[in-house]
Nanobody, 123 residues
Framework: QVQLVESGGGLVQAGGSLRLSCVASGRTFGPYAMGWFRQAPGKKREFVAA????????NYADSVKGRFTISRDNAKNTVFLQMNSLKPGETAVYYCAGGVGGVRSSEYEYNDWGQGTQVTVSS
């Protein structure tokens, strides 16, 4: 079983930036793709970004392309999500997810999930 622990959430003004981190423990880190999802109050969880085990493959939701960057440091078993130009509508709980496979956008393709970190974007 893999344990995923997110950090880095908080309150930021619209247009600001945050960097989320997710540390994985409990198993060999590769080949293990990682993803970020988010869930706003009253809405379904949605895909944000994913990265392959090597870091060479990435996938982004159209709504965050050009503003968010996913990266990983396998030596530290950590994946990051750099979020720039944040919008109030992006207030949500952000979840880290992981599983063996490619850079998938479906939450059902991921086996392991963190508890989430709250991101609040004020207008």
């Amino acid at each position: 079983q893999v344990q995923l622990v997110e950090s880095g959430g908080g309150l930021v003004q619209a247009g600001g930036s945050l960097r989320l981190s997710c540390v994985a423990s409990g198993r060999t880190f590769g080949p293990y793709a990682m993803g970020w999802f988010r869930q706003a109050p009253g809405k379904k969880r949605e895909f944000v970004a994913a990265i392959s085990w090597s870091g060479g493959g990435t996938n982004y939701a159209d709504s965050v392309k050009g503003r968010f960057t996913i990266s990983r440091d396998n030596a530290k078993n950590t994946v990051f999500l750099q979020m720039n130009s944040l919008k109030p509508g992006e207030t949500a709980v952000y979840y880290c997810a992981g599983g063996v496979g490619g850079v998938r956008s479906s939450e059902y393709e991921y086996n392991d999930w963190g508890q989430g970190t709250q991101v609040t974007v004020s207008s």
